[in-house]
């Protein structure tokens, strides 16, 4: 059974994490599963691809939400091979009002 007490009680908390993905993670469709993803969570931000073949990403939104899309960054898609995910917690802004692909 689940009980909520109160509007303090059902809020989830906002969180904003960094992230840079390695492995084979550029030319497989990532950036726009990423956003896909995101956009289907309701998390903001963005991502791109880095020079040095990696991606990088911001996502901010519910704790809940943000875990899930860094789940899928593990993952990527299909043709994607993810060899590390670095994840950095950073002080929620509320800046982004969409997810976007940075070129």
């Known amino acids: 059974m689940l009980k909520y007490f109160g509007k303090e009680e059902f809020a989830m908390s906002k969180i904003r ?12 469709f990532f950036r726009q599963n990423t956003k896909r993803q995101a956009q289907g969570c309701s998390v903001c931000g963005w991502v791109s691809n880095l020079s040095d073949g990696r991606v990088e990403a911001v996502f901010e939104g519910e704790d809940v939400a943000v875990k899930e899309v860094v789940d899928y960054c593990h993952r990527g ?7 590390c995910v670095e994840v ?4 929620y802004t509320g800046v982004f009002s969409d997810f976007r692909i940075v070129v």
Not at 77 to 83: I, L, R
Not at 88 to 91: A, L, S
């Open 77 to 83: 898609p299909s043709f994607a091979k993810v060899e």
């Open 88 to 91: 950095f917690f950073e002080d």
């Open 17 to 28: 994490v960094h992230v840079y993905v390695t492995g084979k993670v550029q030319g497989v």
